[in-house]
């Protein structure tokens, strides 16, 4: 069956990686821009491919096997509770870095009445949205009208246009928004969510487990250079995320402590993420959906 990303069928190429990305390129998906701009995955003997595309759409694709893997953990997460045959094997975020830009609107309790964007309807940072309004008292069913628009680059377009009220942004535009006027509400800080890092069909991970080894070292050196190496990482992103050095160095200095250090968390962490997604009674298929297992053998290497 086609689907509408019209990219070509399942079948794996021997060392390709087509990884979809959600554009605009931030530093949710820096592990995956490092790795490519510094030769990891040449290194590895990977055909490293970025796909960028909205966030429902990438993780369609890579259930149907028409990328590897997608940098999306939370809807992944929620299709492997329904059955579908999603692995998350690496995590990058240990915090959101993201946040909620409003053309006018000063509190969650002023967007009353008003128009807002969101990636996909059932999203975390949708979700997110929904609890912070509702701890406002607006009721997001009946008291905004939500425009559900993919991709973070299209809610930021929609959003300097006047088409919304107020929406979901990720760096830079967060800095661009605050700029223009834009308040920025507090969304995120100290949530403990799933955000960003490497999910794959369990199928590929079964079918190839050299190259989901290789592919995952590559990406871990990628998230330890971010960590480590201040100057190597900060011309990589001004290049990647089509900015100046000066507002790379104040992006990566602001998140630097949001990624994970070593493409894991603890148990700690992962309750608390869990319990986030489905309250206290987590399904055994969302506890199942993880296998860091390769990841953490390259802790000590």
């Known amino acids: 069956m086609a689907l509408t ?14 990884v979809h990305v959600s554009p605009p390129l931030s530093i949710e998906s820096a592990p995956y821009w490092l790795a490519d701009e510094l030769g990891y995955y040449k290194e590895e003997g990977i055909d490293y491919k970025s796909m960028p595309m909205a966030t429902s759409v990438g993780v369609t694709a890579t259930v149907a096997g028409e990328v590897e893997a997608t940098q999306i953990l939370g809807l992944s997460l929620r299709g492997a509770v329904q059955g579908i045959d999603m692995k998350i094997v690496m995590v990058f975020n240990r915090s959101p870095t993201f946040s ?21 309807i059932t999203t975390s940072s949708t979700v997110m949205m929904r609890q912070k309004l509702q701890a406002a008292g607006v009721d997001p069913a009946k008291d905004v009208t939500f425009f559900y628009l993919g991709a973070p680059s ?5 959003l300097n246009a006047g088409t919304i009220d107020g929406g979901y942004v990720v760096v830079p535009n967060e800095f661009e928004a605050e700029k223009r006027g834009m308040k920025l509400l507090p969304y995120a800080e100290g949530v403990r969510i799933l955000v960003g890092g490497v999910a794959v069909r369990g199928k590929f991970a079964a079918e190839n487990p050299e ?3 290789r592919f995952l070292r590559a990406t871990y050196r990628g998230l330890r250079t971010f960590h480590t190496d201040r100057a190597k990482t900060i011309p990589v992103m001004a290049k990647v995320m089509k900015i100046d050095v000066g507002l790379a160095e104040k992006v990566y200095d602001r998140w630097r402590g949001a990624l994970s250090e070593d493409g894991h968390e603890d148990e700690a962490f992962m309750e608390a993420a869990l319990n986030y997604e489905f309250g206290a009674t987590v399904p055994q298929k969302a506890r199942e959906a993880f296998d860091f297992s390769i990841v953490k053998s390259f802790k000590d290497k």
């Open 5 to 18: 990303t019209g990219l070509a069928g399942g079948a794996y190429a021997a060392d390709q990686m087509r």
């Open 100 to 120: 909620f830009a409003a053309r006018q609107a000063g509190t969650w309790a002023e967007l009353k009445g008003k128009k807002i964007g969101a990636t996909a």
């Open 154 to 158: 299209s809610i930021y377009e929609a």
């Open 211 to 213: 190259l989901l080894k």
